[in-house]
């Protein structure tokens, strides 16, 4: 199912949450919605699910109005809020129950699912336990099993890795990549390598405002602007190099970075690549390249640079 969201505002007395805020998830995406504490993204995620009120704007799921068909539309949404509240002195298999049963599953396919759910969120040694007996990180995964037990269309998951050991991340970040294939899934986190590995889209939300709306790859472009290359030459003198670098149609500016290894770093026009030049440069010269590397800009300081004031 589709979510559309247009100009959509909440405020806390004065203080503005979210402001008039403009997207769009289609079915089969996975959207990395990034942004500093207070920034707006729990509370967006909420009118999403329909457990804050929208105070203006609309937001629609599969062409349905949230505001005026709240109920039904709950049915395809999964929510893993992120407190994962959870009722710690039920057992695992029995709280899982609960949420099927709330969720209106008949008896037939609610075991069924349930040993879906044990399975795929990897809670079969722990699934005689009561919740309140286990590790920050299954009870994570006891939160995920709830949020998918009614099989949504819809996945709305807030901070879904906090408190996992690294295997049991991997094991969590294939899960929701097999099951942004066939459903909607909004994922906010803090650990940006995670938003990488998992989203096919990107979005950041500062003050309430979405200040970058795009792939990991297309943001990077956006911040770097032009080519900047991380070269390494051999078998010539390094002020030779460097002032012939400097001369190649399509360099702006030539730095060195390490003078006694012949690491220079090579900044191309706006548009442009020096790559071909300074291969040609070489065989010219009788130079050997044993470095070529194009500097990318992290994700990290795409996300400070717009998040820092």
């Not at 247009?6 to 402001?19: H, M, R, W």
């Not at 990549?177 to 500062?206: M, Q, W, Y």
Request: with cysteine; glycine share 8%; aromatic share 6%.
């Amino acid at each position: 199912m589709d979510i559309q969201i247009e100009n959509l505002t909440k405020s806390y007395g004065p203080q503005i949450a979210v402001n008039n805020i403009n997207l769009s998830v289609k079915t089969g995406e996975i959207l990395g919605f990034l942004g500093p504490n207070g920034a707006g993204k729990s509370t967006t995620m909420k009118m999403i699910t329909g457990y804050t009120g929208i105070q203006y704007g609309t937001i629609k799921i599969g062409g349905k109005d949230v505001g005026k068909s709240n109920e039904d539309i709950k049915k395809h949404i999964g929510y893993l809020p992120e407190n994962n509240p959870l009722y710690l002195d039920m057992p695992i298999i029995d709280y899982l129950q609960f949420c099927g049963e709330l969720q209106g599953l008949n008896k037939d396919n609610l075991s069924k699912r349930i040993k879906e759910m044990i399975s795929l969120c990897g809670l079969n040694r722990e699934k005689h336990k009561k919740i309140g007996e286990l590790s920050k990180g299954y009870r994570q995964r006891v939160g995920l099993a709830q949020a998918m037990i009614h099989d949504p269309e819809i996945l709305i998951l807030d901070e879904p890795t906090t408190g996992l050991d690294p295997n049991q991340i991997i094991e969590i970040r294939k899960l929701i990549r097999d099951l942004g294939k066939e459903k909607t899934v909004i994922l906010s986190t803090h650990i940006l390598p995670e938003v990488e590995a998992t989203c096919d889209r990107i979005l950041i939300i500062n003050k309430g405002k979405i200040v970058a709306d795009g792939t990991a790859e297309t943001l990077r472009k956006q911040a770097q602007g032009n080519e900047v290359l991380k070269v390494r030459i051999e078998d010539g003198d390094s002020n030779q190099i460097f002032a012939a670098l400097q001369e190649l149609n399509f360099t702006s500016k030539v730095d060195f970075v390490g003078r006694e290894k012949n690491f220079f770093e090579v900044h191309s026009q706006t548009e442009k690549s020096s790559k071909r030049d300074i291969f040609n440069l070489c065989v010219k010269n009788k130079w050997v390249i044993t470095e070529m590397n194009p500097l990318e800009t992290k994700l990290e300081d795409i996300f400070r640079d717009l998040t820092i004031n």
